[in-house]
């Protein structure tokens, strides 16, 4: 059940990546949909599932990217690997360790990522610093509410529940 | 750890770390080693996600019309409910009517370029934008079943937008002219100078190989010199945003696009290849 979830969670970030890309192509705060979801099912499911995650919808994203085949997912797979070891050596479950993986695992994806292009010679990337940070920053919120969101759900549905019993 | 399962996912974690690193790099090699025409794989996977990507846009455009008309009908339950519903109505219909001129529009535009130019063209689609926010591209619904092909030129009535580089049966992979990877030889209108623009990732272009003695100024116009064998010569790129000198040369000359690349909905694909100048080699 929880693997058919990271594939629907996979498959609509991709979606939402691609459909809604274009009407932010020429904007510089991006944000990576698909490291959001590889981050969450580090924190929530381990490593193991993080890295194949990672692993495969950095393929996809690359397919569907005019890029080397294997560089995003090469970067996800690390990404997803680290996140979740991190994540199961210390408790991340308050708002700020959340949000400093978010960051952390923005930062070292990109680093994996610009730095494989720029070790192989396929790429440069003259000033990242300011695009990286932007993106950052939007991954952490949109996977902050991502959490509270997922987080809230049960809770929510248990409530009605309970209403609706008490109605009746 | 005592007590743990052999088999438990956790101790395999570090082994499939590696083994998935070594895939990685192992696929990521066998490409950079062999950059010439598109992998296999890329096209396989791009042709199954494109058509995944094709019903997304469908749904979307459903759930939209969907929408519209559930918040048109929660409003004409205020009154008069005859009345309102006429009145949502004829608003949904001018809304569609405004959709199908302005789509007209486009069209028609699209359609007086094509008449217009001397090389063939197909129109196609916008379907999907990029899936990494590292590389500008789009999908269009267009491909190989088209007659479309690898570095085939794709235009806008605005200008340039960039060229194909995969194209599966149903769809074609287009990149940008503002991606990192993207460049086009240009020559400048007014005083005949020639470059090379590349793209930065943003949403700007940078001119390079430009003579010191070049004349260029701020406002002029650049469009494509064809040299590079993709795009066709004299069709628009932008215009010259700012100059820089660098002593005798020039340090940095940004260009801005003619083409809004965040609003493109329908493009022309180029089916013939231009012809090189200088080019005697068949």
Same mark, same amino acid.
Request: aromatic share 6%; no cysteine; hydrophobic share 50%.
């Given at each position: ?6 594939l629907?969670?996979? &498959?609509?970030a ?5 459909f ?8 510089? &705060?991006?944000?990576d ?10 924190? =929530?499911?381990?490593?193991? &599932?993080?890295m ?7 393929l996809v994203?690359?397919?569907?990217s ?7 997912a090469?970067?996800?797979?690390t990404?997803?690997f680290?996140? @979740?070891v991190?994540?199961?050596q210390?408790?991340v479950?308050?708002?700020l360790p959340?949000v ?14 610009? @730095?494989?292009?720029a070790?192989?010679?396929l790429? *440069?990337? !003259? ?14 919120? +949109? ?5 509270? +969101? #997922? ?6 549905v ?5 209403a ?5 | ?10 101790? %395999? ?9 070594i @895939?990685?790099?192992?696929? +990521?090699?066998?490409q ?5 025409g ?13 058509e995944?990507?094709?019903?997304? &846009?469908a ?8 929408w ?9 339950r /205020? ?8 009145? /949502?109505?004829l608003q ?5 009517e405004?959709?199908v001129a302005g ?13 217009r130019?001397?090389? *063939?063209?197909?129109g196609?689609s916008?379907? /999907?934008?990029?899936?990494? !926010?590292?590389?500008?591209?789009i ?7 088209a ?15 960039? %060229?194909?580089?995969?194209a599966?049966?149903?769809? =074609?992979?287009v ?8 460049a ?5 209108e %007014? ?10 990732? @943003? ?8 003579a010191?003695?070049?004349?260029? %100024?701020e406002?002029?116009l650049?469009v494509?010199s064809? +040299?590079?064998? #993709? ?15 660098n002593g ?14 965040s609003s493109l ?7 013939t290849? !231009?012809?090189?100048p200088?080019?005697?080699s068949?």
């Open positions: 059940m929880r693997t058919v979830g990271v629907v969670a996979v &498959a609509l991709i979606a939402l990546q691609t809604f890309s274009r009407l932010v192509v020429n904007g510089t &705060a991006a944000v949909l698909v490291l959001v979801v590889v981050v969450y099912v580090a924190l =929530s499911a381990g490593p193991g &599932a993080a194949v995650t990672g692993s495969l919808a950095g994203q690359d397919a569907l005019s890029g080397v085949i294997g560089m995003g090469l970067a996800k797979s990404v997803g680290f996140a @979740g991190f994540g199961q210390f408790i479950t308050a708002s959340r400093v993986m978010f960051l952390a695992a923005t930062l070292v994806h990109a680093g994996v990522f610009m @730095g494989l292009y070790l192989l010679g790429r *440069t990337f !003259p000033t990242p610093w300011m695009g990286v940070a932007g993106q950052a920053v939007g991954n952490a919120v +949109i996977g902050m509410v991502a959490f509270t +969101i #997922i987080e809230a759900l049960p809770g929510v248990e409530r009605r529940r309970a609706r019993r008490t109605r009746h | 750890m005592p007590g743990m399962p052999l088999l438990d996912i956790r101790q %395999r974690t570090g082994y499939l770390f590696v083994a998935l690193t @895939g990685h790099v192992i696929l +990521i090699s066998a950079v080693t062999t950059q010439r598109v992998p296999l794989l890329e096209t396989a996977t791009f042709g199954v996600v494109a995944v990507q094709r019903g997304v &846009a749904l979307a455009g459903g759930l939209s019309g969907a519209d008309g559930y918040v048109a009908l929660q409003d004409t /205020a009154e008069n409910v005859a009345l309102r519903e006429e009145v /949502a109505q949904v219909e001018l809304q569609e405004r959709a789509q007209s529009r486009q069209l028609q535009e699209l359609l007086d370029l094509q008449t130019v001397s090389v *063939t063209t197909t196609a916008v379907i /999907a934008g990029g899936a990494s !926010p590292d590389f500008r591209t999908t269009i619904d267009k491909g190989a079943g007659a479309i092909g690898q570095d085939m030129a794709v235009i806008s009535p605005s200008g340039v937008v960039g %060229r194909v580089v995969t599966a049966p149903r769809a =074609s992979k990149q940008l002219l503002i991606d990192r990877n993207a086009a030889g240009v020559i400048i %007014r005083s005949r100078a020639q470059g090379v623009v590349v793209g930065s990732g @943003g949403d700007l272009l940078a001119m390079e190989y430009v010191g003695s070049a004349d260029l %100024r406002g002029d650049v494509t064809g +040299i590079d064998g #993709i795009y066709p010569k004299g069709f628009l790129i932008g215009r010259i945003e700012s100059v820089t000198r005798q040369d020039y340090g940095s000359i940004v260009v801005r696009p003619s083409v809004d690349f909905e329908s493009v022309l694909v180029v089916l290849r !231009p012809v090189v200088g080019d005697d068949e």
